[in-house]
């Protein structure tokens, strides 16, 4: 980070727990660039106190085309810069068009900004990957670069709640989804739509609990044997509901965009699930 004021900087180092962040704090501009063009691979995050003395700083960074995720503080007496839309061309923000921005008042909820700014940047990055018809699968960007490298931390995460030499879980069929009666298949999908909603709302939030809720809903797609279509079938309803209560309320839609991560990340958790569900024996076959 990149944060001259000394006491914004000890206010958000304050606020984010050394047992789960690795904090760099650069000095002058000419450290900051040097040090983020040579760790770029290795770093989750920039964030940056943004002041008008500091734009020759957001011109190196346009011009040396980094592209990492970036959470900007806005200090309380400058004036507030406008978010950007993921939908639509925008010129009202200061690095890029997948920036986020925190309000110096707000920095007790820095954490949860972190999050939207890694979230931001990769569902943005997969839009673009999946519109754009010019680029070529096999040619490995920055962008796509950074998203391998999420999954490999997600992969890890994986690895660690469920152990590194496979597990072979037994799951009982009477308690399958196709197996139950009607009210009892009824029961379960119900639980499966307040449980999702409720990781959609804390998604993006500073919720401590929000992997314990994900394993969770996985744990019971899992053993329950809820296809991935039904998952997704999930998702979507929910979003067209929030849709229209969105359009009752004369706000944009575009905040949806973001809750695609919500379901890849999700869908992550039950695939290795069920990937891990397989005899190790059966590997080779």
């Known amino acids: ?57 957001v011109d190196k960074l346009q011009q040396n085309l980094i592209s990492i995720p970036t959470l900007i503080i806005i200090p309380n007496e400058q004036s507030p810069v406008v978010q950007p839309s993921l939908t639509e061309p925008s010129e009202n ?19 949860g900004y972190i999050d939207k700014a890694i979230s931001q940047f990769i569902t943005h990055a997969v839009t673009t990957r999946l519109t754009d018809e010019s680029s070529s699968v096999d040619t490995p960007t920055e962008l796509t670069n950074f998203i ?34 009607k009210a009892d298949r ?13 990781i959609v709302l804390s998604y993006f939030a500073n919720d401590k609990n929000l992997n314990n809720q994900i ?44 809750y695609r991560l919500t379901l890849i990340d999700t869908l992550a958790h039950l695939c290795e699930m069920y990937r891990r569900s397989i005899p190790r024996e059966s590997w080779g076959e």
């Open 148 to 181: 391998v490298r999420q999954q490999r931390r997600l992969m890890d995460k994986l690895h660690e709640r469920l152990g590194y030499l496979g597990v072979y879980y037994k799951r009982n069929p009477k308690n399958f989804l196709r197996n139950l009666s």
């Open 93 to 111: 923000y200061i690095l890029s068009s997948t920036e986020v921005q925190l309000k110096g008042k707000q920095i007790h909820l820095i954490q």
């Open 186 to 198: 009824q029961k379960l999908l119900e639980q499966l739509k307040s449980q999702y909603r409720q």
């Open 215 to 258: 394993d969770e809903y996985v744990n019971m797609a899992f053993f329950g044997d809820i296809p991935v279509t039904r998952i997704v079938e999930i998702h979507m309803d929910l979003m067209d509901n929030f849709s229209k209560q969105l359009k009752l309320e004369g706000r944009s839609e575009d905040v949806l965009l973001d």
């Open 1 to 57: 980070m990149f944060i001259p004021s000394i006491e914004l900087s000890q206010s958000v180092s304050s606020y984010l727990p050394k047992e789960h962040y690795i904090i760099i704090q650069l000095d002058s501009p000419e450290e900051f660039i040097e040090y983020v063009t040579e760790h770029k691979h290795q770093l989750d995050c920039l964030i940056l106190e943004w002041s008008p003395q500091w734009q020759v700083l």
